[in-house]
């Protein structure tokens, strides 16, 4: 199974929850790659002048994890205007992340999330698994774990 790790990492975080999800995937026998976005314009406010030259074709994957950090209480803007742009997913498996400094996820990150599964169901498609990693919970390192290992469950 050829699996694309779809990601917006402003700061590195929710790019190294990413990477570790690679890790398990590629241990478990499948081909992990990590597609990592770069807005035009990183600090765009309005998702319309957010634009990408260039975005993956969903037909040569077979399965989606798609992960973004959480900005003001919501998905990433930029995730959410690459996903916009992306084709239709009709109906491939995909699973979801959000990262948040908060340690909580009240505080911002089960919204995030909420919103993050939505656009990927509008896409055409069910979320199988998601889960929210808070970057200041002490406890991180093994909801890093955890989370890998659901993620990597198609």
């Known amino acids: 199974m050829?699996?694309?790790i779809i990601i917006h990492s402003k700061t590195g975080n929710t790019l190294?929850?990413?990477?570790?999800i690679q890790?398990?995937?590629?241990?478990?026998?499948?081909?992990?790659?990590i597609v990592c976005i770069q807005p035009n314009h990183e600090h765009a406010t309005d998702i319309d002048h957010i634009h990408?030259?260039?975005?993956i074709d969903v037909?040569?994957?077979?399965?989606?994890?798609?992960?973004?950090p959480t900005h003001g209480a919501s998905m990433s803007l930029p995730m959410s205007a690459y996903l916009k742009q992306l084709r239709r997913f009709d109906n491939k498996k995909v699973n979801c992340f959000v990262t948040e400094f908060f340690?909580?996820?009240w505080m911002g990150g089960k919204r995030a999330l909420t919103q993050l599964k939505s656009v990927c169901s509008s896409k055409g498609t069910s979320v199988n698994s998601s889960g929210i990693i808070m970057w200041s919970n002490p406890n991180r390192k093994s909801a890093i774990?955890?989370?890998s290992n659901d993620l990597s469950l198609f």
Do not use: H, N, W
């Open 16 to 20: 190294r929850v990413a990477v570790r």
């Open 145 to 147: 774990e955890q989370l």
């Open 59 to 68: 037909r040569d994957y077979d399965a989606f994890v798609v992960g973004c």
């Open 23 to 33: 890790e398990k995937l590629i241990l478990m026998g499948y081909s992990a790659s």
């Open 52 to 55: 990408y030259t260039s975005l």
């Open 2 to 4: 050829k699996i694309a």
């Open 103 to 105: 340690p909580f996820s």
